[in-house]
């Protein structure tokens, strides 16, 4: 290249500008100061940067690019002179206007960078822009100068990991929490001393892309209802300035920058809740913002006849198996792990991306492979969502490479049917249980995240509180929100001052936690159910911006035995590696027994294909080949029957004795472990879990 190509050729209004970089997309601010922009569409005959001053409805510059700044399909640029600080930038796009063919372009329209970095204007939560405003969503362009001192994503091993799925606004936004910036990234920063006391040890937020609150908001009853969860994305590369307390200054990137780097220090990996299935655009009479009026024939699934596909239940799929859309989700994925150094993601529906062009699964999607196989993304956590809206269920099945995990939904379902007393439901468990051999034997146990409770759902004092959702803060008439809870209200709709079934719903509480936290397989707790939060009956709080979505912290103080139950429970996983493995060994180790054995009320007696409702399984924890101090047992009492029921318990080598450690009839764990004065059979009450240890007599 000449030197004088270097230079800059071309100027109007005394800004100059020359060609620009294809690589990276987006807008990059250069060493020398100058800003390079480059953005992708196909079937474009033209294409216009605009450039306006913070909050201005008129641009101050715009600049057509010349046929010589197209290269290929992209259009590159780089312009000196802007003063980034106070910039926002958009683009018109000409071309045809053909929608029963699926093409859309709009000249008239100034459409956001599908890789901005920051969106401009979104720095409030809750702050309406006007509606009928012809940008509303404007890029910024960011340095990338934090200082990271060092940190790097943590890379446990998958099976070590404890995940807690939080929302970063209703975590900390309840007057209760405690934190200075409520309902923030800096407001979850307050809170890791309770994350570390609890004991987990990697956190997956809720949606923190750029999206907009106030799309398909409404008034009921004078209360705002919100797009309050996030799933349904405005720009994938930007993080969700409502939740920074520094946005106002333009620091929302920093900010979250801070909290992974504050997490990390406290040995606690960040995954984000990502959503590649659709975007905020809807369907045919959905807004302009972004990709529609792009290149809307590459990036959207549509049919003959240039309708949306609707794969993702939101109005629109994108087309995230075409070569660019596909360039596009993994240059998104390595740019969260190389500039905001985060640990993993979980991917929202994630069968909507295996399937192809006109919406039929593949055996071997293109871009689930590219994931899989990315060098950047090698050591990251992916975390599948496997089913989606238009009916795929892959539970089991999701194409893997080796390196997806998968939202184990079976294991939720089968857990809660089980529990409240369906004891056709055993066998499965007893799957369930093992790490669901049946279905990840090839892999792993690891490959099964457990859960009983997530974000989309009751939380776990309502799954024992309420047999039917209670929706009608929501404004569609309890329309909304899954009527297939597996839920069991103890006997009473709801609040009660019955001390007898207020005692159950602790148990059963317990019962389940207890059983996910000696499951083999990677838990997943709700935020809050550690200390019975409750959303009073509402099973898709998706709009809630209330105490309905608010963690009550006072819930804790009332609720401490529960959450020392539960913190005892995660101590005793964090300590014995043996229900950590990811491997399936049926036989004997170095102990003399089976690393997992199932047990009826006699000890090595249980037919496993047999409906039941009382059962035990224990681990044996060689010493020698997990790197303990000596060898355990951990002896898991199962009743899920209304009566009590006495177990005999498997004989111990000699000097072992066994030791009660928890038990849910009980109010909290005492803080020591309590010798067993019969050391062959134990007594459990009815709808219980115990967890006992055989150790060496102390």
């Known amino acids: 290249m000449r030197l004088i190509d270097t230079f800059p050729t071309n100027e109007i209004n005394g800004f100059r500008y020359r060609a620009g970089r294809v690589f990276p997309f987006g807008a990059t601010l250069d060493a020398s100061g100058a800003v390079n922009f480059s953005i992708y569409s196909k079937e474009a005959t033209g294409c216009t940067l605009v450039l306006y001053h913070h909050g201005q409805d008129k641009p101050f510059l715009e600049i057509p690019f010349p046929d010589e700044f197209r290269i290929g399909d992209v259009y590159t640029m780089m312009v000196y002179g802007i003063n980034t600080e106070t910039t926002e930038y958009g683009y018109r796009f000409d071309g045809p ?108 937020l809720l949606p923190v892309f750029e ?24 720009a994938f590369f930007a993080p969700k300035a409502g939740y920074a307390a520094s946005a106002r200054f333009g620091m929302q990137a920093d900010e979250f920058k801070n909290l992974v780097k504050t997490l990390h220090k406290n040995g606690i ?106 060098a950047v993304l090698g050591r990251s956590i992916l975390i ?22 998968e939202w184990n939904g079976k294991y939720r379902d089968c857990l809660r049917k089980f529990i409240k007393g369906e004891g056709g439901c055993a066998p499965e ?90 499951s083999r397989g990677i838990p997943m707790m709700l935020s809050g159910d550690e200390f019975a939060n409750t959303q009073w009956g509402n099973n898709n709080a998706y709009c809630q911006d209330s105490e309905i979505s608010w963690l009550d912290w006072a819930l804790l103080k009332k609720n401490k035995n529960l959450f020392s139950y539960v913190k005892k429970l995660v101590s005793i996983r964090n300590e014995h590696p043996v229900l950590r493995t990811e491997y399936f060994d049926n036989g004997n180790n170095g102990t003399g027994y089976p690393e997992l054995s199932f047990h009826g009320t006699k000890a090595w007696d249980i037919d496993q294909g047999a409906p039941g409702l009382v059962f035990g399984y224990m681990f044996a924890e060689d010493h020698i080949k997990y790197g303990t101090k000596e060898d355990c047992f951990i002896y898991v009492a199962v009743n899920a029957h209304w009566e009590d029921h006495c177990f005999e318990l498997p004989s111990l080598p000699d000097g072992f004795s066994w030791y009660l450690a928890l038990e849910a009839y009980q109010d909290g764990p005492s803080g020591r472990e309590t010798k067993l004065t019969d050391r062959r059979s134990f007594t459990l009450g009815q709808r219980s879990t115990a967890v006992l240890m055989g150790k060496k007599k102390k």
């Not at 999206?211 to 405005?234: A, H, M, P, Q």
């Not at 959503?275 to 549509?302: C, K, Q, W």
Request: aromatic share 14%.
């Open 269 to 374: 990996e960040v995954i984000l809740d990502v959503v590649f299935n659709h975007t905020a655009e809807g369907n045919e009479n959905g807004p302009y913002i972004s990709y529609r009026g792009i290149d809307n024939r590459t990036y959207y699934l549509l049919t003959p006849e240039g309708y949306y596909y609707n794969f993702s239940g939101c109005g629109n799929t994108m087309n995230c198996n075409d070569p660019v859309v596909r360039n596009m989700v993994i240059d998104c994925l390595r740019y969260w792990v190389t500039a905001y150094h985060v640990d993993g993601f979980r991917f929202d529906l994630a069968s909507i991306l295996t399937r192809d062009e006109n919406g039929a699964p593949m055996m071997n999607p293109p871009l689930l492979d590219s994931i899989s196989h990315d």
């Open 97 to 204: 206007y053909y929608p029963g063919k699926g093409l859309l372009f709009d000249k008239n329209r100034v459409l956001l960078d599908p890789y901005a970095k920051s969106v401009s204007g979104r720095c409030v939560w809750g702050r309406e822009h006007d509606p009928l405003a012809p940008f509303q969503y404007r890029g910024q362009v960011i340095a990338e100068d934090y200082a990271w001192e060092g940190d790097k994503p943590l890379e446990y091993r998958s099976s070590d990991l404890i995940i807690y799925e939080m929302h970063v606004r209703s975590f900390t936004k309840n007057e209760n929490s405690n934190v200075r910036h409520k309902g923030t990234y800096n407001g979850i920063i307050d809170k890791i001393p309770y994350l570390k006391e609890l004991g987990v040890n990697c956190i997956e």
């Open 384 to 405: 599948a969502e496997a089913w989606d809206a238009g009916g795929l269920y892959q539970v089991g099945s999701f194409p893997s490479w080796g390196r997806w995990y």
């Open 429 to 518: 468990l007893f799957h369930r249980i093992r790490g669901s051999e049946d279905m990840y034997g090839l892999r792993g146990s690891s490959f099964s995240v457990n859960f009983i409770t997530c974000h989309d759902g009751f939380t776990l004092y309502d799954l024992v509180s309420y047999n039917e959702k209670h929706n009608l803060d929501n404004g569609e008439d309890n329309r909304d929100g899954t009527n297939d809870n597996e839920s069991w209200n103890c006997g009473t709709e709801g609040d009660t001052d019955d001390t007898g079934i207020l005692s159950l719903r602790y148990r059963q509480m317990k019962n389940m936690l207890t059983i996910l936290l000696t």
């Open 211 to 234: 999206f907009d609150e106030f799309e398909n908001s409404r008034e009921i009853n004078g209360k705002t209802l919100y797009n309050y969860w996030g799933y349904s994305t405005v």
